[in-house]
């Protein structure tokens, strides 16, 4: 459940993905977890060398030394495949707070108080919350909000 409401993964997870070459010296795969490592780039099943490229976070790309034999990522279809890991390497407290709190909350309903966005009334008592319910439990929504990820997604439609 985390996982989905942030649009993160905790942990280190395999990175295997095949792009769109774009005929520029950088690539962005569009991933909303960070990239933590890059271990092999191919162009059209041909592996690149380590020292002709490196990464960043967001974004693999050929290092100054490519210039010099035209470091680009030639134009096609599927043709550039990326491995490496992405995520976090260590996951955050707060993370895994929210992730007992979810637990027990799943093994005990009465421990925890669900909402709901919207206007709420108990008797007398009445309530309204505008902010959107993550995990819909208040305990630890307010520990996964700042993690929630805001990297736009770039595609086609």
């Not at 095949?18 to 059209?44: A, E, H, M, Q, W």
């Not at 034999?69 to 976090?88: D, E, H, M, Y």
């Not at 669900?114 to 959107?132: I, Q």
Request: aromatic share 12%; glycine share 8%; net charge neutral.
């Amino acid at each position: 459940m985390v996982e989905r409401v942030t649009g993160d993964y905790f942990y280190e997870k395999v990175l295997d993905i095949k792009l769109d070459g774009n005929g520029k010296n950088r690539i962005f795969p569009s991933l909303r977890p960070d990239i933590l490592s890059v271990t092999n780039i191919y162009v059209n099943e041909i592996e690149l060398s380590s020292s002709i490229w490196d990464y960043d976070k967001d974004s693999v790309f050929f290092s100054v030394s490519a210039f010099e034999t035209n470091g680009v990522f030639p134009v096609g279809k599927n043709n550039i495949r990326i491995k490496g890991t992405l995520g976090w390497e260590d996951c955050p407290k707060a993370i895994e707070q929210a992730c007992i709190i979810l637990c027990r909350y799943e093994n005990d309903s009465t421990l925890y108080t669900k909402y709901y966005k919207g206007t709420e009334k108990l008797g007398d008592f009445s309530y309204s919350t505008s902010e959107k319910p993550l995990a819909g439990i208040r305990e630890a929504d307010v520990l996964i909000r700042s993690y929630v990820r805001k990297k736009p997604m770039i595609g086609i439609v």
